[in-house]
């Protein structure tokens, strides 16, 4: 006698896939299967291009930040000052502080920094601006800012006049050989009060971070002009300090804090964007949950094809039970039923999201042009396009979950099936 079939042998997918072929006479069930199929498709389509976009948006994010701020600010404390009463957080002795903060394992850079708010002027149109006073030895070294790619103008003629960001370039009208007035409230000293300070300053650079905030009021001045406009004498307000691992800068705190000396502190770029990035984190992990709902309700629909399908097809389980088919093996027909249109939705949906992702640019381009150009606004959003960022194991991620969902939907209707007695399924035949 022969032998038991093994599980899934030949004849129960050609079984399978007679079903799941069934013309519109015999019950409208290859109606189902597409419906079925389309949402899990869409559904998978959805998560991916989420899952993509959710990563590109905080790759940006990350890397405008790293790439044009500090990955850690080193600044004093500070003393009062008797005569005035204010605090002064001026650090006279930068060139030796910023050749101690060298010495520390994983820094890369170190740059002392002027900084000050003021105004900028150009015929009628004025901006506010943070002036940078910076070297040009340092300021090349900031990726995000000297950027052939993104800035235009001359950098190294950068000691005859100033870098500005491309959003203060259009607020005031101007590019690169057009000057600008720099306007300070807090200048010269005289017998009738403080004057403003006022200093006219050739654009030899126009630069780009892809960040909105920044372009919009940066301003990088040479670090000696910086000192002599901002009164610091010979000093430094701050140290900005690049480090060769950016995410693991909190095991780097205690030795620069040390070496920065005594009334010393550090305000790191997890500091200045942790709120935001913990928010992103939140938003990324409720997106995930609802686009994880839309893909059960996507193969829940597998559910109500194969429940049509088994009604349609008692009369032929029952032939095929009483031919000596077995109950599981009635039940790896339905299962393969469900889970094929699974599979090949769920191949379909990766597909089309991989797709998504790497035509991105021009896609956000088309549906921005449709938007009449209002889809995407920076001063929003913060980056200037929609990023998308395609990752192995959000791919594994959402195909493991369509998946598995499939599979686990497909086997309540398929053991229905199994269990279905032939005689009452014959009776009336």
């Not at 060139?95 to 900028?120: N, S």
């Amino acid at each position: 006698m022969a032998g038991t079939p093994p599980p899934f042998a030949r004849f129960e997918w050609m079984i399978a896939w007679r079903y799941l072929r069934a013309r519109r006479a015999e019950g409208g069930v290859s109606v189902m299967t597409w419906i079925s199929l389309i949402g899990i498709t869409l559904a998978v389509f959805a998560l991916i291009a989420t899952l993509a976009v959710r990563a590109g948006f905080r790759a940006e994010f990350v890397d405008t930040i790293l790439g044009s701020n500090a990955h850690v600010t080193v600044y004093s404390i500070g003393t009062v000052d008797p005569n005035t009463g204010r605090i002064d957080r001026s650090i006279p002795d930068y060139q030796a502080m910023a050749d101690r903060l060298r010495t520390v394992e994983g820094v890369t850079r170190v740059a002392p920094l002027i900084k000050g708010q003021v105004m900028a002027n150009r015929g009628s149109y004025n901006a506010g601006i943070e002036v940078y006073g910076i070297s040009l030895e340092n300021l090349k070294t900031i990726p995000r800012i000297v950027n052939p790619e993104t800035g235009f103008g001359d950098i190294s003629r950068f000691g005859e006049g100033v870098a500005i960001g491309s959003g203060v370039a259009r607020e005031l009208g101007v590019t690169v050989g057009d000057k600008i007035k720099v306007i300070s409230p807090n200048g010269v000293k005289t017998a009738f009060g403080t004057s403003p300070r006022v200093k006219a300053y050739e654009v030899i650079y126009v630069f780009s971070a892809g960040r909105y905030d920044i372009d919009r009021v940066r301003v990088y001045m040479p670090f000696t002009e910086a000192q002599s406009y901002f009164n610091r004498d010979d000093a430094a307000d701050e140290m900005e300090v690049m480090v060769r691992s950016p995410e693991n800068i909190d095991d780097l705190q205690l030795p620069l804090l040390q070496a920065g000396g005594q009334g010393t502190q550090l305000w790191t770029w997890r500091d200045a964007s942790g709120s935001f990035l913990r928010a992103l984190k939140i938003e990324d992990n409720v997106m995930f949950v609802i686009m994880s709902i839309l893909v059960l309700i996507a193969a829940m629909n597998i559910v109500s094809g194969l429940i049509m399908l088994v009604k349609n097809k008692g009369r032929d389980i029952g032939i095929l039970r009483t031919m000596g088919l077995t109950e599981g093996a009635v039940l790896r027909v339905f299962f393969i039923c469900g889970s094929l249109t699974g599979m090949v939705g769920t191949l379909a949906g990766v597909i089309l999201g991989c797709l998504f992702a790497y035509y991105i640019d021009p896609i956000f381009a088309f549906v921005n042009w449709m938007a009449g150009g209002q889809a995407w606004d920076p001063s929003i959003r913060g980056i200037y396009h929609l990023p998308a960022k395609l990752q192995l194991g959000d791919v594994v991620t959402a195909v493991s979950l369509s998946l598995s969902l499939s599979f686990i939907v497909t086997i309540f209707p398929a053991r229905r099936a199994a269990r279905m007695n032939p005689v009452e399924a014959l009776r009336y035949e």
